[in-house]
Structure formats: structure tokens, C-alpha cells
């Protein structure tokens, strides 16, 4: 991977910013969920965040925004933690190329969902780490450890997010349900899906997102939060499961680990050198940030920051 200045990536993140809020075509917000309904779709932020503590950023970086699935990255790490290797006997590691709340593949699998960044694998992850444990100190701990990776202790739950997301979580209580009819939800189906959407309704801004990251670049000056062995199994997921049934795509485009939202946030990592966030509320028809993947694609591109090389 080519090494870039920063005046030259600050230029260029300033460029991309500029070309991103031309497009006149920006996909759908999450209009399934009304609190995400509201966003404006004119929004853009793109964040860089490097191992020295530098962050570099263009557009809204500075607004809060809905990190949705991203979440998954920080609950799977919680998870391996308190399990490792345990966690894979009830949620699988491959692609799903199916849709990210999909409950075909999970009826055909008896129950035991594709890889932990699909709803279904997400959730099951939750119910894991709630094992003897209440909500609230479930939640705690996501949110200290979002901080600790962050460095910022002003990162917090949108509640109204999460009462929004409670009310229109009919398909995601089916998976859990399900899965609880198949011996793999070990709490209280409602339990579990109330931690699952307030962990979803984790708000940060661009630059925060960019800085959590931090912990999966693997370098020094980087926080050092879970094992080394561990950041490659986690990055390994992101590129092939990170998009859901865009994963392919994302992968070809883009060439990095990278884990969306459907809140139009996605987080990227680049081994070694950087963590990324891009923010924009519109989404194509996977569920992903259609701006945010074509800002990515332009920095990575200008880079040459690809784990292909």
C-alpha cells in the first residue's frame, strides 16, 4: 500500500466531500425506522483517523449520527472476549449473500445464523454476551468500551432511536423467536431484542466512529483492546460479511474491511494504516450507504489503500 502525506489525504478528503454532495442520485434513508426517517439525506462526513492520534476529516464529521449495525464490530469483540471460540458454535462465519434480516437461510440452517453481522447473527451475539447479566450492564460495558476505543466518553444511546426501532422490530423479534424455537437464544426472546436495539441506537459522530476503529488497525499507537489474532478474525468478517449481500461488491470496490449501517454510516479499516468512517443517510438496495461506498472507493483508490494491494 502506497504511503500518502497529509496535506495530499486532507486535499483529498475535501475533494471527495465536494464530488459526494454534487450527487444528485443518493439513495433512500431507512424509512422502515421512523426515527431515521428524519435524517436528511443531504448529509455527507467522511473521517481518517491514523495510529499518532491525527484524524483528519471533511463534510458533517462533527454531527451525531445513528451507527446501527455498525455496532456488531464492537459487540462481537465483547463476545470473543468473554467466549472466544465458544461464539462459534452457535453462529457460523460465512458469507449469507442473502438480505441482512433474511429468515430463509436461517429456517434451511436449523437455527444457526450465517456469520454475526447479519441480524439474526447479531442478535444471537447480544443473547451471548447477556448471559447472567442484566440490559443495562450489557449496555454499559458496549458503551465503555466504544469510549475506551474512542477516547471520548461523550458517546452515548439516542433513546428515541431505540423506542423507534423497538416499536417497528417485528421482523428481528421473528428471528429471535425462531431462533429461541431452535435451542439457540438462551434469554428471554424480548430480553434480548431490547438490548439489540439499544445497542443499535449507539450515536457518534464521524470523527468518533473514525477513532473507535483505532483498536482493528493493529499499530502502534493503536488502543490496544483485543489480541492481535483476534483484530485479523474480525477484519476477515468485515470484508466478507460486512455488507451483507453487497459484501462481494464492497470487497471488489473497495479492497478493505468494512462494516455498514443502515443509518448510512460505514466503518472501514486499512491494516496497518487507518481507520476510516463515511456517513451519508441514503441507502442502495442492500442496505448500505450508496455515497458512503462511493467515497470509499474514490479514497481508496487515491490511496492505494487496499489489503489486495
Known sequence: MEAVNRAELAGKLAEIEHRMRQAEVRGAVASYIPELAKVDPARFAVAVALPDGTVLQAGDAATPFSIQSISKVFTLAIALGRLGDQLWSRVGREPSGLAFNSILQLEQENGIPRNPFVNAGAIVVTDAILAGHQPRAVL???LHFIRLAAGDDDIHINRAVAVSEQATAHRNI???EFMAAMGNLRNPSALTIGTYVHQCAVEMTAIQLARAGLFLVNAPGCPRLVAPARIRRINALMMMCGHYDGSGEFAY??????????????LAIVPGRASIAVWSPGLNTNGNSKLGTEAL???ARATGWSVFG
Open 297 to 299: 472507493e474514490h479514497l
Open 253 to 266: 470496490r473497495v479492497g478493505l474491511p468494512g462494516k455498514s449501517g443502515v443509518g448510512g454510516g460505514i
Open 140 to 142: 454499559g460495558e458496549l
Open 174 to 176: 421473528a428471528l429471535a
